[in-house]
């Protein structure tokens, strides 16, 4: 199958605060999970990514960590700014090496409250 | 570097009319994906272009189409358009190796009445 959940759908977070999101896969075979940022009017901006031969990765204020055995990934966000009020995906690969497919979730909007 | 240029912008058409929608991946890059985003849907795999060969497909019927110029620029085509069709319709660029970070473009966003 090719899967991917993506929750909660709605978050809202005082400013300051962290925001989590989580997702899960259904394709074993996933091992590339990028996660996009979609502003309004805009495309999707990748903003973090992770493979499979990793738990974790961090680039300042966002974090994401992956359990393959479980088959989900997390997005963490520390320090929330207005600015980070957006749409968010995660998504996954489908099937081995050398695809480029990758299965979406249904997006996560995220609203950082001033 | 440039990022990925998709035109037009914005497209309106009556259905059954066909469309055709370009774009323009990051120089250098040999891949361009396709994807059509809705509300209900999300983001759905459209079809995947590498040196100029289809290499990956989604489920859409067989209205929607592709091509892959030499120069690694794409369109897609969609033929008798049904309301159904109404989406944003985006395009990513790689490098083409297997698990390379896609880059998308701001979209097309197609409108059939």
Same mark, same amino acid.
């Given at each position: 199958?090719?899967?991917?959940?993506?929750h909660?759908?709605?978050?809202s977070?005082?400013e300051? !605060?962290? *925001?989590?999101i989580?997702?899960?896969?259904s +394709?074993s075979?996933s091992? =590339?999970?990028?996660? =996009?940022?979609q502003?309004?009017g805009?495309?999707?901006q990748?903003?973090i !990514?992770?493979r499979?031969? @990793?738990?974790?990765?961090? +680039?300042? &204020?966002i974090?994401?960590?992956?359990?393959?055995? *479980?088959?989900?990934?997390?997005?963490?966000?520390?320090?929330?700014?207005?600015?980070d009020?957006?749409? =968010?995906f995660? *998504?996954?690969?489908?099937?081995r090496?050398?695809?480029n &497919?990758? *299965?979406?979730?249904?997006?996560?909007? @995220? @609203?950082?409250?001033? | 570097?440039?990022?990925?240029t998709?035109?037009p #912008?914005?497209l309106i058409?009556t259905?059954?009319?066909?469309?055709?929608?370009?774009?323009?991946?990051?120089? %250098?890059?040999?891949?361009?994906?396709?994807?059509?985003?809705? $509300?209900?849907? %999300?983001?759905?795999f459209?079809?995947?272009?590498?040196?100029? /060969?289809?290499r990956?497909k %989604?489920?859409? $019927?067989?209205?929607?189409s592709?091509?892959?110029?030499?120069?690694?620029?794409?369109e897609m085509?969609?033929?008798?358009?049904?309301?159904?069709?109404?989406?944003l319709?985006?395009c990513?660029?790689?490098? %083409?190796?297997?698990?390379?970070?896609?880059?998308?473009g701001?979209?097309? #966003?197609? /409108?059939? /009445?």
């Amino acid at each position: 199958g090719e899967n991917v959940e993506q929750h909660p759908s709605t978050l809202s977070v005082q400013e300051g !605060d962290s *925001a989590v999101i989580k997702c899960t896969y259904s +394709d074993s075979a996933s091992n =590339y999970f990028p996660w =996009y940022k979609q502003e309004l009017g805009k495309g999707p901006q990748l903003i973090i !990514d992770i493979r499979s031969n @990793v738990g974790e990765k961090k +680039d300042q &204020r966002i974090a994401v960590t992956l359990n393959k055995t *479980a088959k989900h990934f997390s997005l963490h966000i520390t320090e929330t700014q207005p600015e980070d009020s957006a749409v =968010y995906f995660c *998504a996954a690969s489908i099937g081995r090496n050398g695809n480029n &497919r990758l *299965a979406f979730g249904k997006g996560n909007q @995220v @609203v950082v409250i001033p | 570097k440039a990022g990925v240029t998709q035109t037009p #912008r914005y497209l309106i058409k009556t259905r059954g009319q066909q469309v055709t929608l370009s774009c323009s991946p990051i120089s %250098g890059h040999r891949s361009v994906s396709w994807y059509q985003q809705t $509300p209900g849907q %999300g983001l759905q795999f459209l079809f995947e272009y590498f040196s100029e /060969t289809q290499r990956n497909k %989604g489920n859409f $019927p067989g209205r929607f189409s592709g091509r892959q110029f030499s120069n690694s620029r794409s369109e897609m085509n969609v033929s008798t358009l049904e309301l159904g069709d109404s989406a944003l319709y985006l395009c990513a660029s790689s490098s %083409g190796v297997g698990g390379s970070p896609l880059h998308f473009g701001n979209g097309t #966003r197609l /409108t059939v /009445t």
